[in-house]
């Protein structure tokens, strides 16, 4: 029975069409007007070969109009060996002739290769809240660290790049100790305390423990969790100082959790 992919029939008309050949179904994209067909017919394409003569043909079709044709050729070009692939997808990223759904996937294609070009992209796409893309920046690992590090610097990508730090565990550490003594900047600082609080890691905590020997509300703020979950002796009035100067909701829920505890 006919199957659906991409939410195409499948196997509605292609099939009895199917082609055995590369040089068919290059016939067939260049012919075919119908986009179910088109888009059936880059499947097969991907499927079939590798070289640059298949890369090509695909890289042609994410310039096509239907989403089912585009979208299949992002597929193809993801699973391809071929480096060239790769080259497709990211020349379509900074092409501002080319739609942001199109911009997107073909990023979470490259990032999936493992492609370290995916990930300012992806940084950049942090504030659209997309798990997918939170996820292949953990995926990417050690490469990808300096870079959202550095998106702390920025207001738009700040909480989502420490969010996505946190989740990769001790693998930031480093990067974030460093700017948490020695940036410049004091709401980098802030940035990677705050992150470094949500590490629960001996390293994080003597950095963050030294970090508030030097009384200071901002930076009570961004260490409180860090400083509710040490019990450090004390701190009661500088917590209560940071949320009644700062307090969010996170921050009162928080501080209500610990006195349950």
């Given at each position: 029975?006919?199957?659906?992919?991409?939410g195409?029939?499948?196997?509605?008309?292609?099939?009895?069409?199917?082609?055995?050949?590369v040089?068919?179904?290059?016939?067939?994209?260049s012919?075919?007007?119908?986009?179910?067909?088109?888009?059936?017919?880059?499947?097969?394409?991907?499927?079939?070969?590798e070289?640059?003569?298949?890369?090509d043909a695909l890289?042609?079709?994410?310039r096509?109009?239907?989403?089912?044709?585009?979208m299949?050729?992002?597929?193809a070009?993801?699973h391809?060996?071929d480096?060239k692939?790769?080259d497709?997808?990211?020349?379509?990223?900074?092409d501002?002739?080319?739609?942001?759904?199109?911009?997107?996937?073909?990023?979470?294609?490259?990032?999936?290769?493992?492609?370290?070009?995916?990930?300012?992209?992806?940084?950049?796409?942090?504030?659209?809240?997309?798990?997918?893309?939170s996820?292949?920046?953990?995926?990417?690992?050690?490469?990808?660290?300096?870079?959202?590090?550095?998106?702390?610097?920025?207001a738009?990508?700040?909480?989502?790049a420490?969010?996505?730090?946190?989740?990769?565990?001790?693998l930031g550490l480093p990067?974030?100790?460093e700017?948490?003594?020695?940036?410049?900047s004091?709401?980098?600082?802030?940035?990677?305390?705050?992150?470094?609080?949500?590490?629960?890691?001996?390293?994080?905590?003597?950095?963050l423990?030294?970090?508030?020997?030097?009384?200071?509300?901002?930076?009570?703020?961004?260490a409180?969790?860090?400083?509710?979950r040490?019990?450090?002796k004390g701190s009661e009035?500088?917590?209560?100082?940071a949320?009644?100067?700062?307090?969010?909701?996170e921050?009162?829920?928080d501080?209500?959790?610990s006195?349950?505890?």
């Open positions: 029975g006919a199957t659906v992919l991409f195409v029939c499948s196997g509605c008309r292609s099939v009895s069409h199917r082609k055995n050949t040089d068919e179904l290059l016939l067939d994209l012919d075919e007007s119908d986009a179910r067909v088109r888009a059936e017919t880059v499947r097969q394409l991907g499927s079939m070969a070289g640059p003569t298949v890369v890289a042609v079709e994410l096509d109009p239907a989403y089912d044709v585009w299949a050729a992002v597929v070009l993801g391809s060996k480096p692939a790769a497709e997808l990211f020349r379509v990223i900074p501002p002739t080319q739609g942001p759904m199109l911009k997107l996937a073909a990023t979470l294609a490259l990032a999936k290769k493992g492609d370290s070009r995916a990930i300012e992209p992806l940084i950049q796409e942090l504030p659209t809240d997309r798990p997918e893309v996820a292949e920046l953990v995926r990417l690992g050690a490469v990808a660290v300096p870079p959202l590090v550095n998106a702390l610097r920025t738009t990508t700040r909480d989502h420490s969010s996505v730090l946190i989740s990769m565990d001790t990067a974030l100790i700017m948490l003594r020695n940036d410049k004091k709401f980098a600082r802030f940035a990677a305390a705050k992150t470094l609080a949500g590490i629960n890691h001996p390293r994080a905590s003597e950095a423990d030294e970090a508030l020997m030097t009384p200071d509300i901002e930076m009570t703020r961004a409180y969790r860090h400083i509710i040490r019990g450090i009035a500088s917590l209560i100082a949320l009644n100067t700062f307090g969010t909701n921050m009162a829920q501080f209500a959790s006195g349950d505890q």
